[in-house]
C-alpha cells in the first residue's frame, strides 16, 4: 500500500473531487489535514463523557455509512480514522489526566511526530468516565473498520490507487 503523502497541498486539495490522491496511510494519518472530510466531521467528534461519546460516535458511523452509500472511499476511511481518533484520545485522557503523557516539551526537531523522543512518560492515572467513552468508540470503530461494505470498497481503492 501506498504511503499517505504529506507533501500535498491539503489547504485547497479536495479529496472528494479527487479520489485518486488519497492514500489510506497507517492509523490516523492525515485526519486533521484531508477536505472537505475534516471540516464535515470534526464538528461531530466530542468525548468528553460516556453520554457524549454515544452521541459523537453513533453521529459519526452515520455518516461513516452515507459516504459508504455514496461509495465516497475517502469519506468513509476519514470517518473510519475520527472513530479510532475518539477511541484513541479518549484513552490518552483516560489514561493521563489532562492528556498529556510525556513530561516536557516535544523538541523542536520532532514536532508533528508521535513519541517519547527522549522524555519521560507520565505516571497513569485512571479515568472510568474517558474509558468508558473510549470503551464506546472503540466498538464503533471495530463495527467501521469490519463493515463489509468498507472492506469492498477499500480494497477496491487499493486496487486502483495505491498499488
Known sequence: M???DYELDFKTLNFQEHPELYRI???EQGVLLVEPYK???LPHWRFKTPEVAEVSSQKLFEMFEAYLEAEDFPGADMARKF???GWTRARRYANHKGGKKYDGPVPDDKKGQSGAHGRKALPRQEDPVKAAAAAIF???YLEAREHPE???QRAKH???YER
Open 2 to 4: 501506498a504511503a499517505f
Open 25 to 27: 496511510g497507517k492509523g
Open 39 to 41: 471540516s464535515e466531521l
Open 83 to 85: 472513530l479510532q481518533m
Open 138 to 140: 472503540y466498538a464503533r
Open 150 to 152: 468498507y472492506l469492498q
Open 158 to 160: 487499493v486496487e486502483r
